[in-house]
């Protein structure tokens, strides 16, 4: 149904503003898209205005030149009038058996350290022992599905009040969902951003002093358990030339520890 909804809209728009949209939100000329894409300045103009309509590889062109989400890219193909190019299979359907194999090994194998793997609104589609470790306690309201990352992160009855330094923490997921908000049109995504960013954030909420040094590569995520603080550094990757909606929308985020003594902890707490 959600599919359906934005497929009429954007059909209803027409593909000329959606692309005129994706071209100014990444800062091309239509000169520099027509170079990209081996045409002409009036051709890419007659387009955003109504006057031409392109043809699906065009369409397919110009989404691939201005790096447009995939989902979006169905978007384009259904205001300009052609089948969507993208499937958007379920996870749990037998074609992708392998990907989420891969993924549940992946992430077991990097334990004892916390992996987990989200979709494109942060919902936890899978998580191993590492990150089952740091949610001890959450309350399980929380802990029903879906689960989603961010709302257990920040949420001040989820990892919050545990998190040593939750402002800059905080600051640096709010960070990162600005970031993805101005790459992907996502409601879902706004609405998550909205709700997570009104979170309250108690007055003696821990933060490094400004002119405190910070000794570590990476701002790390520091988080008390068990009376002890543990540290990490965050790596999400993604998979390259994604054909499909929902491969396009995973991720998967590892929790690196960021000092000797998390190592060693971990070690001893997950063997």
Do not use: C
Not at 130 to 151: F, K
Not at 153 to 162: D, F, I, M, V
Not at 217 to 222: E, I, N, S, T
């Amino acid at each position: 149904m959600t599919a359906l909804m934005s497929g009429t809209a954007a059909t209803a728009q027409g593909v000329g503003p959606l692309l005129r949209a994706w071209r100014e939100r990444r800062r091309v000329s239509q000169l520099e898209l027509a170079l990209r894409a081996d045409s002409s300045a009036r051709h890419i103009s007659f387009i955003e205005t109504g006057r031409s309509r392109p043809s699906e590889e065009m369409v397919l062109r110009l989404a691939e030149h201005l790096d447009v989400p995939v989902r979006e890219r169905n978007a384009l193909l259904l205001a300009a009038g052609y089948a969507p190019h993208y499937p958007e299979t379920p996870l749990d359907d037998p074609a992708l058996d392998a990907l989420r194999e891969g993924m549940e090994r992946l992430i077991r194998g990097y334990e004892p350290y916390p992996a987990l793997v989200v979709d494109a609104t942060y919902h936890v589609l899978a998580a191993n022992r590492g990150i089952m470790m740091l949610m001890e306690g959450v309350p399980e309201h929380l802990l029903e599905p879906p689960l989603n990352a961010m709302r257990l992160t920040l949420h001040p009855e989820g990892l919050a009040p545990r998190i040593r330094n939750l402002r800059e923490w905080r600051g640096h997921l709010l960070a990162q969902m600005e970031r993805q908000i101005a790459l992907h049109r996502s409601e879902p995504l706004r609405a998550l951003y909205e709700e997570v960013a009104a979170y309250p954030v108690p007055d003696g909420a821990p933060g490094t002093e400004p002119d405190e040094p910070v000794p570590y590569f990476a701002l790390p995520m520091q988080v008390e358990h068990e009376g002890r603080t543990l540290s990490f550094i965050s790596s999400i990757s993604t998979f390259n030339t994604p054909m499909d909606v929902t491969v396009a929308e995973l991720a998967i985020e590892t929790l690196l520890p960021a000092d000797p003594a998390t190592v060693k902890y971990l070690h001893t707490l997950l063997p």
